[in-house]
Nanobody
Framework: QVQLVESGGGLVQTGGSLRLSCAAS????????MAWYRQTPEKQRELVAT???????KYTDSAKGRFTISGDIAQGTVYLQMNSLKPEDTAVYFC?????????????WGQGTLVTVSS
């Protein structure tokens, strides 16, 4: 089992910045990719950004130019630097990991951290 623990959410004004962190612990031999998703009561969970074990990154259109995903995937840590935040970025942000454990391809989710952007 792999556990993901997020931190760094909070309340920020429009135009402000936040940095989310996620750390994986447990039994895994390798991590293929980590990602950040977000969800609001009105919308389904959506992918915000991903980073693979070879450093490739991908962003949803709304995050491009404002958010940066980084981390040490081999160690199971990932960050999301969010700048120029907008009220529509308000959501619960979830960390996700795609990993190998005992030869099985598995995935895990964090418990979520709330980001609130005030107008």
């Amino acid at each position: 089992q792999v556990q993901l623990v997020e931190s760094g959410g909070g309340l920020v004004q429009t135009g402000g910045s936040l940095r989310l962190s996620c750390a994986a612990s447990g039994n895994f031999s390798s991590i293929n990719a980590m990602a950040w998703y977000r969800q609001t009561p009105e919308k389904q969970r959506e992918l915000v950004a991903t980073v693979t074990d070879n450093g490739r990154t991908k962003y949803t259109d709304s995050a491009k130019g404002r958010f940066t995903i980084s981390g040490d995937i081999a160690q199971g840590t990932v960050y999301l630097q969010m700048n120029s935040l907008k009220p529509e970025d308000t959501a619960v942000y979830f960390c996700y990991a795609d990993f190998i454990s005992s030869g099985w391809a598995l995935d895990a989710w964090g418990q979520g951290t709330l980001v609130t952007v005030s107008s």
